[in-house]
Structure formats: C-alpha cells, structure tokens
Nanobody, 116 residues
Framework: QVQLVESGGGLVQAGGSLRLSCAAS????????MGWYRQAPGKQRELVAH???????NYADSVKGRFTISRDNGKNTVYLQMNSLKPEDTAVYYC??????????WGQGTQVTVSS
C-alpha cells in the first residue's frame, strides 16, 4: 500500500507564490513518474505538470513559465513551485505517483485559492 501526503496549499493574492509538496510512503520498489493534476469547481480534472524518472517534465500550457515541478528521489517527494499565481489557478491540486506493480496512487488533494 502506498500513501501520499500533500502540503503547502492555501490562500494567496494574485501574483504571489506557493510551493506544494507531496511525500510518498509505503510499499513500493521505485517510482516511475510523479505529477500534479488540479480540479476547479465545475471543471474537469486537468494535468498541471508531470515529471518522469529521468527528470523530463511537461506542463499544461496555462502554467508554462510560471510553475516548476521537481522531485527528490531520496525523499520520494514531488514539489510544485507556483509563481505569478492567477485567480484561474484556484483549484484543488492532487499529486500522483506511478510505481511498478502498484500503478497510480493519488494524494488527498490540497486547496489553492488565489484572490484577485
């Protein structure tokens, strides 16, 4: 069993920054990929950022140049640095990991609210 614990969400003014963290623990051999989705009220969940085991990343067009995903393999943790936040970034952010023989595991979600 794999558990993900997210932290770092909160309320911030437009133009501000937040850093999300997601730490994985439990029974897994390794982690292929890690990432973040988000879901705003009334909208579908969308991929925000993804990072694979080689450190290759991809981002939603809406966050390119503002968000940075990174991972610390020693700590089994993925981060999302969010700068120049906009009100439209308001959503619940969910982290995930993809691990061999386990598949995808999701975090519980953390609320990010950006006020105008």
């Amino acid at each position: 069993q794999v558990q993900l614990v997210e932290s770092g969400g909160g309320l911030v003014q437009a133009g501000g920054s937040l850093r999300l963290s997601c730490a994985a623990s439990g029974s897994f051999f390794s982690i292929f990929a890690m990432g973040w989705y988000r879901q705003a009220p009334g909208k579908q969940r969308e991929l925000v950022a993804h990072i694979d085991s080689a450190g290759l990343t991809n981002y939603a067009d809406s966050v390119k140049g503002r968000f940075t995903i990174s991972r610390d393999n020693g700590k089994n943790t993925v981060y999302l640095q969010m700068n120049s936040l906009k009100p439209e970034d308001t959503a619940v952010y969910y982290c995930y990991i993809d691990a061999p023989f386990v598949g995808r595991t999701w975090g519980q979600g953390t609320q990010v609210t950006v006020s105008s």
